[in-house]
T-cell receptor
Framework: KAGVTQTPRYLIKTRGQQVTLSCSPI?????VSWYQQTPGQGLQFLFE???????NKGNFPGRFSGRQFSNSRSEMNVSTLELGDSALYLC?????????????FGQGTRLTVV | GESVGLHLPTLSVQEGDNSIINCAYS??????FIWYKQESGKGPQFIID?????DKRQGQRVTVLLNKTVKHLSLQIAATQPGDSAVYFC????????????FGPGTSLSVIP
């Protein structure tokens, strides 16, 4: 069974640009959550999608958004990139929502904003 | 913002010894807790979880202890192996109110062969 797949693995963008990251969950999983990981702030929850609906949202500005498709694949978008957005972005999938069941993480997308 | 734990402590243990990793959580309403292991270059990996109606749960070589009185969580790893070297995160979830998951800053475990 394939794990959680995130693409791309690495990305370099310029301040002011926008970026879209993709996450394909484990087959059969309907929940996808996104996290930002930085050395200073650690792992922070961005948002969770279940059955194409955003169920929870963390304390991030509106520049961070996401969506989930009918096949449970999810994308997150960051507009007007800032240097501080440089981070490892992780997604996790689970069968149930809100970590009612074990969540599996992808390897992440390393975003560098220059 | 909200956080679980304060710093990123490091822990060095001799191979074969037991390891104890601690975590303080912030929300007394949290009712579900998870420990994750993150190796360099990889995403977090689920280790073990515990619900708030329990104070201890055991897995393979790992035990999680929950003390709700002082809002403290610990992960005990028996007979620590070099492959256990990683950063360990605790996470808290308030499932009743579908609150967001909050992660601790992590503890870096180094196993000395």
């Amino acid at each position: 069974k394939a794990g959680v797949t995130q693409t791309p693995r690495y990305l370099i963008k310029t301040r002011g640009q926008q970026v879209t990251l993709s996450c394909s969950p484990i087959s059969g999983h309907r929940s996808v959550s996104w996290y930002q990981q930085t050395p200073g702030q650690g792992l922070q929850f961005l948002f969770e999608y279940f059955s194409e609906t955003q169920r929870n949202k963390g304390n991030f500005p509106g520049r961070f958004s996401g969506r989930q498709f009918s096949n449970s694949r999810s994308e997150m978008n960051v507009s007007t990139l800032e240097l501080g957005d440089s981070a490892l972005y992780l997604c996790a999938s689970s069968f149930g929502q809100n970590m009612n069941t074990e969540a599996f993480f992808g390897q992440g997308t390393r975003l560098t904003v220059v | 913002g909200e956080s679980v734990g304060l710093h990123l402590p490091t822990l060095s243990v001799q191979e074969g010894d037991n390891s104890i990793i601690n975590c303080a959580y912030s929300n007394s309403a949290s009712d579900y807790f998870i420990w994750y292991k993150q190796e360099s270059g990889k995403g977090p990996q689920f280790i073990i979880d515990i619900r708030s109606n329990m104070d201890k749960r055991q897995g393979q070589r790992v035990t999680v202890l929950l003390n709700k009185t002082v809002k403290h969580l610990s992960l005990q790893i028996a007979a620590t192996q070099p492959g256990d070297s990683a950063v360990y995160f605790c996470a808290e979830v308030n499932k009743t109110s579908y609150d967001k998951v909050i992660f601790g800053p992590g503890t870096s475990l180094s196993v000395i062969p």
